[in-house]
């Protein structure tokens, strides 16, 4: 670190200065960027490179990385892409075998209730949720990269793909169907099912290829944890008329949880009470038992499947009383074993399901991504290598489509409505963290407070956009309420802090030295040169005190008019040298690095020096094809603003030595 060999308020440019300095510290010259890069050197580059074109450049890169293409190369690469060719030759059998296994059978045995759950979410036949919780286990055991991520159904994808189902294929009019009828309307609806994720398949694929999963970037924590607290909310009203053995038709579109609530009202009286005593039951099962594994999580060696007890017992009850016939409880029915025969979606709907696959896409890439990085951190390891427990939960699923599926023909679909609504537990309790959001940040409260209103009062894809531009827009306008800060030296020390901040720092008569800490683009370009202006009085007439500590050229930067002995004169004196400390401007744009230029004709026209200090080489390269060097010299760009201080004493002589010099 540097630090400026400064003085105290002096009431004249040559009286001496009686600050301390720092103990141990070394004198040197100020460096400007020029010399900075005779000393140290810059960014090395081929010649060739340098004399040709851009396009030259990128095309002669684009050979040199084809003919780098070699044996070794494909074999890293198909590394990268088969975890399993990494991982498999270093696993641990005898120590880690028996912990997957476990593991593994534990989350196969949640997915079979949970898959059946979550396909009724999906407005699609039970089965399809077990397939659901087999394959994509599968494939991602081969080619997965987080340890402890399970995939398969979630609760909040399922809502969103149903809501785009039941639009694409709605419920006939009409309350009875024939058993034909009903198969035709859920083979529609599975057709749709698996044209919507073969849509948000290929557009993830599209977003691998391209590099673009940084789009799942724009979906902050706030937007993330505000999505699945409604969506929550839409799954526990959603699964109301399976509560209360009510067959009503799924609401969609905008305010339909509010129609789904006035639908239940109007059609309670014809309640079923079998269905109805069957979901309490459940719940009070399910509740209890999701709290204890939450609670004791450390202490159980595995979680307790209250979900499969729950399947089991309320299977054998519905076929042991006949609830189906006594009572006309809707039951799940016959399973299909093994697999169906695979088809190809009808690709004629992809553009119709655009606007639904890609929501569907970013959320299912952020939730996973962002899983497995808090476990990735948690257990300090990279997301590059995958256990074998993938592969036991598989074989559970497998079990089921392949030779247990009739055990589960009788069970009620109460449960399995009961299961998501129990699922969404944790979900819930996210709105706990209000408070602590509150305290922490405003403005991310603010943003999971209108994305959480928007999911719960339009829709899950909607409520997510508004989430989304709302969160984006909190970003552009902290940007434009960011403040210009004067800056002040500690005695005794090279730190320069804003004066506003503390009040016993020291400045210098005629030198101003700002802090402008945001980007400076077309949006900024306005309030940029406000702000300059205000502060250095551009249009003329002398300059202004900047009170309240934001720009005090004397004193010591209280928030109180200075005191002085001198004439009022004194205490006006005009700005003679501005150092900008752009240390802050992460990035510059055309319209900002024209508005420096602009800056710079202004200061010059009105007799200030102007001084920029600490631009980072991609500000300070756009500010140089902008034509930065036609208005100002290498000797006016700093390396940092302890020695465009050093510069600035020079100029106003307030040093008496011809040669300044900077702590270092």
């Given at each position: 670190?540097?630090?400026?060999?400064?003085?105290?308020?002096?009431?004249?440019?040559?009286?001496?200065?009686?600050?301390?300095?720092?103990?141990g510290?070394?004198?040197?010259?100020?460096?400007?960027?020029?010399?900075?890069?005779?000393?140290?050197?810059?960014?090395?580059?081929?010649?060739?490179?340098?004399?040709?074109?851009?396009?030259?450049?990128?095309?002669?890169?684009?050979?040199?990385w084809?003919?780098?293409?070699?044996?070794?190369?494909?074999?890293?690469?198909?590394?990268?892409?088969?975890?399993?060719?990494?991982?498999?030759?270093?696993?641990?059998?005898?120590?880690?075998?028996?912990?997957d296994?476990?593991?593994?059978?534990?989350?196969?045995?949640?997915?079979?209730?949970?898959?059946?759950?979550?396909?009724?979410?999906?407005?699609v036949?039970?089965?399809?949720?077990?397939?659901?919780?087999?394959?994509?286990?599968?494939?991602?055991?081969?080619?997965?990269?987080?340890?402890?991520?399970?995939?398969?159904t979630?609760?909040?994808?399922?809502?969103?793909?149903?809501?785009?189902?039941?639009?694409?294929?709605?419920?006939?009019?009409?309350?009875?169907?024939?058993?034909?009828?009903?198969?035709?309307?859920?083979?529609?609806?599975?057709?749709?099912?698996?044209?919507?994720?073969?849509?948000?398949?290929?557009?993830?694929?599209?977003?691998?290829?391209?590099?673009?999963?940084?789009?799942?970037?724009?979906?902050?924590?706030?937007?993330?944890?505000?999505?699945?607290?409604?969506?929550?909310?839409h799954?526990?009203?959603?699964q109301?008329?399976?509560?209360?053995?009510?067959?009503?038709?799924?609401?969609?579109?905008?305010?339909?949880?509010?129609?789904?609530?006035?639908?239940?009202?109007?059609?309670?009286?014809?309640?079923?009470?079998?269905?109805?005593?069957?979901?309490?039951?459940?719940?009070?099962?399910?509740?209890?038992?999701?709290?204890?594994?939450?609670?004791?999580?450390?202490?159980?060696?595995?979680?307790?499947?209250?979900?499969?007890?729950?399947?089991?017992?309320?299977?054998?009850?519905?076929?042991?009383?006949?609830?189906?016939?006594?009572?006309?409880?809707?039951?799940?029915?016959?399973?299909?074993?093994?697999?169906p025969?695979?088809?190809?979606?009808?690709?004629?709907?992809?553009?119709?399901?655009?606007?639904?696959?890609?929501?569907?896409?970013?959320?299912t890439?952020?939730?996973?991504?962002?899983?497995a990085?808090?476990?990735?951190?948690?257990?300090?390891?990279?997301?590059?290598?995958?256990?074998?427990?993938?592969?036991?939960?598989?074989m559970?699923v497998?079990?089921?489509?392949?030779?247990?599926?009739?055990?589960?023909?009788?069970?009620?679909?109460?449960v399995?409505?009961?299961?998501?609504?129990s699922?969404?537990?944790?979900?819930?309790?996210?709105?706990?963290?209000?408070?602590?959001?509150?305290?922490?940040?405003?403005?991310?409260?603010?943003?999971?407070?209108?994305?959480?209103?928007?999911v719960?009062?339009?829709?899950?894809?909607?409520?997510?956009?508004?989430?989304?531009?709302?969160?984006?827009?909190?970003?552009?306008?902290?940007?434009?309420?960011?403040?210009?800060?004067?800056?002040?030296?500690?005695?005794?020390?090279?730190?320069?802090?804003?004066?506003?901040?503390?009040?016993?720092?020291?400045?210098?008569?005629?030198?101003?030295?700002?802090?402008?800490?945001?980007?400076?683009?077309?949006?900024?370009?306005?309030?940029?040169?406000?702000?300059?202006?205000?502060?250095?009085?551009?249009?003329?007439?002398?300059?202004?005190?900047?009170?309240?500590?934001?720009?005090?050229?004397?004193?010591?930067?209280?928030?109180?008019?200075p005191?002085?002995?001198?004439?009022p004169?004194?205490?006006?004196?005009?700005?003679?040298?501005?150092?900008?400390?752009?240390?802050?401007v992460?990035?510059?744009?055309?319209?900002?690095?024209?508005?420096?230029?602009?800056?710079?004709?202004?200061?010059?026209?009105?007799?200030?020096?102007?001084?920029?200090?600490?631009?980072?080489?991609?500000?300070?390269?756009?500010?140089?094809?902008?034509?930065?060097?036609?208005?100002?010299?290498?000797?006016?760009?700093?390396?940092?603003?302890?020695?465009?201080?050093?510069?600035?004493?020079?100029r106003?002589?307030?040093?008496?030595?011809?040669?300044?010099?900077?702590?270092?």
């Open positions: 670190m540097s630090g400026l060999l400064g003085a105290r308020t002096c009431s004249s440019p040559g009286e001496a200065s009686d600050i301390e300095s720092p103990m510290a070394k004198l040197r010259e100020p460096l400007t960027e020029a010399r900075f890069q005779q000393l140290f050197g810059g960014a090395e580059q081929e010649p060739e490179e340098l004399a040709e074109p851009g396009w030259s450049r990128l095309c002669s890169r684009w050979r040199r084809v003919c780098a293409c070699s044996g070794p190369g494909a074999w890293r690469l198909l590394l990268a892409r088969l975890p399993p060719l990494r991982w498999l030759p270093h696993y641990r059998w005898r120590a880690w075998l028996l912990g296994a476990v593991a593994g059978v534990t989350v196969g045995i949640v997915h079979v209730p949970q898959g059946m759950a979550f396909a009724l979410l999906t407005s036949p039970p089965v399809f949720g077990l397939y659901t919780s087999f394959f994509p286990v599968l494939i991602y055991t081969l080619l997965g990269t987080g340890r402890h991520l399970s995939t398969g979630f609760a909040v994808l399922s809502l969103m793909a149903g809501s785009a189902v039941e639009r694409m294929v709605p419920e006939p009019l009409g309350g009875n169907r024939s058993g034909i009828e009903t198969e035709q309307l859920d083979a529609q609806r599975v057709g749709a099912a698996a044209a919507l994720a073969f849509g948000s398949g290929a557009l993830m694929l599209g977003m691998f290829a391209l590099q673009l999963g940084v789009l799942s970037t724009f979906l902050s924590e706030p937007v993330v944890k505000a999505l699945t607290s409604g969506a929550a909310l799954v526990l009203v959603s109301l008329p399976s509560l209360l053995g009510l067959p009503l038709p799924r609401q969609i579109g905008c305010f339909a949880l509010f129609k789904t609530l006035a639908a239940v009202m109007t059609a309670l009286p014809r309640s079923s009470p079998a269905e109805l005593t069957i979901s309490a039951l459940s719940l009070a099962l399910l509740v209890p038992v999701k709290e204890l594994n939450v609670r004791f999580r450390d202490r159980l060696p595995t979680p307790i499947p209250g979900e499969i007890v729950m399947v089991l017992l309320a299977s054998v009850l519905c076929f042991t009383s006949s609830l189906d016939t006594r009572y006309n409880v809707q039951i799940v029915g016959l399973l299909p074993g093994g697999f025969q695979p088809l190809l979606p009808n690709l004629a709907e992809l553009p119709g399901i655009l606007a639904d696959s890609l929501p569907i896409a970013l959320v890439f952020a939730v996973s991504a962002s899983l990085s808090i476990y990735a951190d948690k257990h300090n390891y990279t997301i590059d290598s995958n256990q074998l427990a993938g592969l036991f939960s598989c559970v497998l079990s089921v489509l392949l030779w247990l599926g009739p055990f589960f023909y009788y069970l009620p679909k109460a399995l409505a009961c299961i998501n609504i699922s969404m537990r944790q979900m819930f309790f996210q709105m706990q963290e209000l408070p602590q959001l509150w305290r922490i940040s405003r403005v991310d409260f603010a943003v999971w407070m209108v994305t959480w209103v928007a719960v009062t339009l829709s899950v894809d909607l409520g997510l956009a508004i989430g989304v531009v709302f969160s984006m827009m909190t970003v552009i306008c902290r940007t434009q309420r960011v403040q210009c800060l004067a800056l002040g030296l500690a005695e005794g020390t090279e730190l320069y802090r804003p004066l506003r901040e503390n009040h016993k720092l020291l400045q210098v008569p005629g030198l101003c030295i700002l802090s402008y800490p945001t980007p400076l683009y077309f949006g900024t370009r306005g309030q940029f040169r406000r702000i300059l202006d205000w502060h250095l009085r551009l249009g003329g007439g002398k300059v202004r005190d900047l009170v309240q500590g934001q720009c005090s050229f004397f004193g010591s930067g209280k928030q109180e008019t005191k002085t002995d001198g004439p004169d004194a205490v006006a004196e005009s700005v003679r040298v501005v150092v900008l400390d752009c240390s802050g992460t990035f510059a744009d055309a319209a900002g690095a024209r508005e420096v230029l602009q800056l710079a004709s202004r200061c010059r026209d009105a007799g200030i020096h102007l001084l920029l200090a600490q631009c980072n080489a991609s500000v300070l390269g756009t500010l140089t094809q902008a034509g930065l060097l036609d208005r100002v010299t290498p000797e006016q760009l700093f390396v940092s603003v302890q020695d465009a201080a050093a510069h600035a004493l020079e106003l002589e307030l040093t008496g030595p011809k040669t300044c010099t900077v702590w270092v």
